[in-house]
């Protein structure tokens, strides 16, 4: 069932439950008002007759039948019957005689005066005292007249009920289509929204109503949608290009090699070289998935308590093993007592870590890093500092995009994902890293990661 018709048939429901407690409470209200009026009506002939029965001046049963029958105000099918302390008939207008059980006369002299309906037959009796003696006066009639008014209600408002719901059923189910047009036009554009129209975006109309409201939403969506494939694109794209590279290179030097009869010094230095492009592309792919993993899924990752300065420690006692001319300075603050501990993975800030400081020495002309490390607002601060090349203050964003490198680099071996993992790991630290760069400074990475 559609949306559409579940709500005609709600509204249908509730619109037809609510006539029909309105039409019952007019019918019965209507119904109560006939017979608390008829009632009164037998009363007033009962209390006539007794009147004219227990009058001191004697009238015969059978004038005061006569006067019954020509009354203007006589009932429809009227009787009035009149019994004594013994429950004797001493007195009956009409010729058929109303036969009462003991038990409801003996109710009317209990109650006084008692009102009740036998099929159509309304019966109204009434305890009279005469010299001392109680005589019941019952009256009896049918209300021909009120019967048929309320017959005529009832199929009037039962017919009006009938053509309301009817109405109503109609204009439900135009109402639900109005409701629910603004949502066939969301699913009409979102079925012309395809991976190659991303930049397709629904009608936010006024922004004020839920339903534009969900467009906005819907449209933020396909925002971010659209920037993660423009960077699976992009990344996959510049991942092919650094991929291809190293392996052209490799392919080329093996089949020069196999071509030439070079001497074995010749062959010890091609190796080599392929050997550094291997290294290369190892650490390009290790990057990659690095980063490709942590993008997927950064909740598999489990924070510990981590000691920053030690892994300090650990990154500066390998590269210099690999690199002898590489100068990495340690500067601690002095100021405040130093603990270097950050809750987070051990492996991932070691990664980002090493890339800060083996970039900070391999850009510097002296290949001199300076790191300082200091505690600031429950924050532990680190600075990265080199001396090397300026870079532009237009390219101090991009360098942190995958494949994204300083034109200060086009002349250092690298292929731009290292910043992209840095920052993408410290992200996950909820951290941030900047960068400055000017001729009088040099260039300066902060780290701030929250103790």
């Known amino acids: 069932m559609t949306i559409r018709t579940r709500m005609t048939v709600l509204f249908l429901g509730i619109f037809s439950i609510l006539l029909l407690i309105f039409s019952a409470i007019i019918y019965f209200e209507s119904e109560i008002y006939r017979q608390e009026e008829y009632k009164t009506r037998l009363r007033q002939e009962a209390l006539t007759a007794a009147t004219i029965i227990f009058n001191k001046n004697e009238i015969s049963p059978d004038l005061l039948k006569l006067l019954d029958k020509n009354n203007v105000t006589a009932l429809n099918q009227e009787e009035i019957i009149i019994y004594d302390v013994d429950n004797k008939v001493i007195y009956e207008s009409g010729s058929d005689s109303t036969n009462l059980k003991h038990d409801i006369l003996d109710q009317i002299r209990q109650e006084k005066e008692l009102f009740w309906k036998e099929n159509n037959l309304e019966m109204y009796g009434?305890?009279?005292k005469n010299n001392n003696k109680e005589y019941i006066v019952l009256a009896s009639s049918v209300d021909k007249y009120g019967l048929q008014k309320q017959r005529n209600l009832a199929l009037t408002l039962g017919f009006s009920a009938l053509i309301l719901v009817c109405v109503s059923a109609v204009t439900g189910w135009i109402f639900a289509r109005r409701m629910l047009l603004p949502i066939q036009q969301m699913i009409n554009k979102i079925d012309k929204i395809r991976a190659s129209q991303l930049n397709l975006r629904l009608d936010e109309g006024n922004k004020a109503d839920e339903l534009e409201q969900l467009s906005i939403r819907f449209n933020q969506m396909l925002d971010r949608l659209e920037s993660a494939f423009q960077t699976q694109r992009s990344f996959v794209s510049h991942a092919s290009h650094e991929l291809r590279t190293p392996l052209t290179a490799i392919t080329g030097q093996i089949q020069v090699s196999l071509l030439a009869n070079d001497n074995p010094a010749d062959l010890k230095l091609m190796i080599q070289s392929v050997l550094d492009d291997v290294q290369q592309l190892n650490k390009l792919t290790n990057n990659l998935l690095d980063l490709?993993?942590?993008d997927a899924d950064d909740t598999k990752f489990r924070h510990f308590l981590v000691n920053v300065l030690e892994i300090i420690w650990q990154i500066r006692t390998e590269l210099l093993k690999k690199n002898p001319d590489y100068q990495i300075l340690i500067n601690l603050d002095d100021a405040t007592d130093l603990m270097p501990e950050v809750k987070?993975?051990?492996?991932?800030?070691?990664?980002?870590l090493i890339n800060l400081i083996e970039n900070g020495a391999k850009?510097?002309?002296n290949h001199q890093v300076e790191i300082n490390i200091k505690i600031e607002n429950q924050a532990l601060i680190i600075a990265f500092h080199n001396e090397g090349s300026v870079i532009p203050f237009n390219e101090l964003n991009q360098i942190f995009e995958p494949f994204k490198r300083g034109s200060n680099a086009r002349n250092t071996k690298g292929h731009g994902v290292g910043l992209s993992l840095t920052r993408r790991i410290v992200q996950?630290?909820?951290g941030q890293i900047?960068?400055?760069?000017?001729?009088?400074?040099?260039?300066?990475?902060?780290?701030?990661?929250?103790k």
């Not at 987070?344 to 980002?352: Q, R």
């Not at 900047?434 to 929250?450: A, D």
């Open 126 to 128: 009434i305890v009279i």
């Open 292 to 294: 490709t993993s942590i």
């Open 428 to 430: 996950l630290h909820k």
């Open 363 to 365: 850009f510097s002309p």
């Open 434 to 450: 900047s960068v400055v760069s000017s001729k009088e400074e040099g260039t300066i990475f902060t780290l701030l990661l929250p």
């Open 344 to 352: 987070g993975d051990e492996s991932l800030l070691y990664t980002a």
